[in-house]
């Protein structure tokens, strides 16, 4: 391969997993031994992963010219809709050439600064190629400042920068009242001085306290020249649907339309879940003879090649202690109730994803009404592992799972609410009845994020995931 197409193999590659038809060879279930030197072969290639670096390759002058050019080489299929949403990308990439958020002068500043051009907010069922669309529009824009980042990543950026202005702030002298402090602006400020252009994938409003500081936020990023792009299985106006107090969220809706063209793109093709070679059994139901030996052989097998004693292993995480009971190398594995029953996060889950590559996660129960919470973290964490993005440099998690019943049926929205739940209700102050509408406590979010883990889930079966996801030979 030429080495000016080089930068962008990475990219193809994602392509690949994320829309493609792969060669259709007939191949058998290889084992995991197999699997894993196809993959040090693969891995040993020196390629690196575009996103990493701020210049396009010389091969194509836009995102369409590559699309094109992966139809022609067979390996993504035509998809009128994707066309029609890269068209636009491809637009906006060279509008965004050489563009700055932030002129050198204070003069200049105030004299030439440039008029930012509309973003893009992109929506569309789970596997339709959303990600896939706008990583090739990021790795084609010539922009000196940009940052690509999961939504839900970002917003825990954006607190930990909003608690540390507060904790900033001179301590109130007894007897005297606080003075009123905003630190919004002030984030949104440092925000778009570190970055023209924001990429934001999966774009989701759960959370009342992200709810409620999104207008503020984003208005000060784009007044600020911020442009954004980003990827969202809701329209607009579906963002926090029925969430606690979404009266005062509505406003950042009309906000995000101002700024950003609104392109659908629902082919009704979910890709991840096209035939594609398997690596092997990886989804174990827990009804299997002998399962857990079964499990138990595998992982001694996997640990086996690396140069680690299995042990627990404790990771920090903002100054907490999370502790796995087993683990091995780059290798752990865990319970259902160890990951997700107890009080863990995105930011948890994401350093687990820097320290393994491969994660067993055994026991997993029929998800209910009454375990919406784990069910939560359960969401969190499989997005986590698979767009994970150290230095937006793609490391995807490995997974082995066992589980009570299949895998499109582990969500169902039945059961009765949890005890978590009625002292929610209670301490809101709202009427049983009134309450059974929001999505806080109806399970209509998880039911709707769950089609996106299942996906997920689904891709993360494949041989291609397994291989890409080894680290062994980086």
């Known amino acids: 391969m030429a080495a000016g197409r080089a930068s962008l193999v990475a990219v193809s590659v994602r392509c690949v997993l994320k829309n493609t038809l792969l060669a259709k060879t007939t191949l058998g279930l290889p084992n995991i031994g197999s699997i894993t030197k196809r993959a040090s072969s693969i891995l040993s290639q020196p390629i690196e992963d575009s996103i990493t670096t701020n210049t396009p390759s010389s091969s194509f002058s836009g995102p369409l010219e590559h699309y094109n050019s992966l139809i022609q080489n067979g390996l993504l299929q035509e998809d009128q809709q994707q066309r029609a949403v890269l068209q636009e990308l491809d637009r906006l990439q060279k509008k965004l050439k050489g563009y700055s958020n932030h002129p050198g002068s204070f003069f200049s500043k ?6 930012p051009p509309k973003g893009c907010y992109i929506y569309g069922d789970v596997g339709t190629g959303k990600t896939m669309l706008m990583d090739m529009f990021y790795s084609h824009v010539e922009i000196a400042n940009k940052k690509r980042v999961h939504f839900h990543g970002f917003m825990l950026d954006v607190h930990k920068r909003i608690h540390r202005l507060k904790q900033s702030m001179p301590k109130r002298k007894a007897g005297k009242m606080a003075k009123a402090y905003d630190p ?3 984030v949104a400020e440092e925000i778009s001085e570190e970055a023209s252009l924001l990429c934001f994938d999966e774009f989701q409003v759960t959370d009342i306290a992200d709810a409620m500081i999104l207008k503020q936020l984003f208005e000060n990023l784009f007044i600020n020249g911020v442009v954004v792009i980003a990827t969202s299985n809701r329209p607009p106006d579906d963002l926090y649907k029925n969430g606690l107090q ?11 339309k101002e700024y950003c063209q609104t392109l659908r793109l629902d082919s009704g093709i979910d890709y991840r879940r096209r035939n594609r070679p398997a690596a092997g059994k990886l989804f174990y139901l827990s009804s299997e003879d002998n399962i857990q030996e079964t499990l138990d052989k595998l992982f001694d097998e996997m640990a086996f090649k690396q140069n680690d004693i299995t042990r627990p292993r404790s990771l920090k995480v903002h100054g907490r202690t999370v502790t796995l009971s087993k683990a ?38 029929l998800l209910t009404l009454n375990k919406k919470t784990q069910a939560r973290r359960f969401i969190t964490l499989i997005d986590a592992f698979y767009d994970h993005k150290p230095g937006l440099t793609f490391l995807q998690v490995r997974v082995v799972l066992q ?56 891709e993360m079966q494949t041989e291609e995931y397994w291989a890409e996801g080894d680290r062994s030979a980086s």
């Open 110 to 115: 105030l004299l030439s600064r440039q008029k």
């Open 184 to 186: 919004i602006a002030p």
């Open 246 to 256: 979404r009266v005062n969220f509505v406003p950042f809706i009309a906000v995000l």
């Open 328 to 365: 091995c190398g780059t290798i752990a594995d865990c319970t259902f109730e160890e990951l997700c029953d107890r009080p863990l996060g995105a930011s948890d889950y994401l350093e687990i994803s820097t320290v393994f590559d491969t994660v067993f996660i055994r026991d997993i129960p």
């Open 403 to 458: 589980a009570e019943v299949p895998l499109e049926e582990l969500f169902v929205n039945e059961g009765h609410h949890d005890d978590e739940s009625h002292i929610l209700i209670d301490d809101l102050g709202l009427k049983r009845d009134a309450a059974s509408s929001l999505s806080i406590f109806t399970g209509e979010e998880e039911v709707f994020a769950f089609q996106r883990t299942v996906s997920r889930l689904t």
